[in-house]
C-alpha cells in the first residue's frame, strides 16, 4: 500500500540477479485523488525464471526514486532420506 501522495506518479519494480543482470522490469502509473487516499499496489510476476541459486533483489522505484528493496534467496531444497 502506498499512501500520502497526491497527483499521479509512476511506479516500476524491477529484479536483478546474483549477477547483478536485471531479469525483469514492471511499471505502472497510479493516481491519488487526495492525500489521505490509499492505493494498493499489485504486480504479476508471470513466469519468472530463477537460473541460479542465490540472493535476488527486487527494488520498487517511485518516480525513479528507490522506495524499497527486498532480497529473495533462491536455494536447493534438501532431500529428506528416506528410513529402511
Excluded at 497527483?7 to 514492471?26: A, H, I, R, T
Excluded at 487516499?37 to 527486487?58: A, R, S, T
Amino acid at each position: 500500500m502506498v499512501t500520502g501522495g497526491i497527483g499521479n506518479y509512476s511506479f516500476k519494480v524491477d529484479c536483478v540477479s546474483p549477477q547483478n543482470q536485471k531479469m525483469l522490469e514492471v511499471s505502472a502509473t497510479i493516481s491519488f485523488e487526495k492525500q489521505e487516499g490509499i492505493v494498493e499496489l499489485d504486480f504479476e510476476f508471470m513466469g519468472i525464471n530463477f537460473p541460479e541459486y542465490g540472493n535476488y533483489k527486487f527494488t520498487l522505484y517511485t518516480d525513479d526514486d528507490i522506495l524499497m528493496s527486498r532480497y529473495l534467496a533462491v536455494a536447493a531444497l534438501k532431500e529428506e532420506k528416506q528410513e529402511k
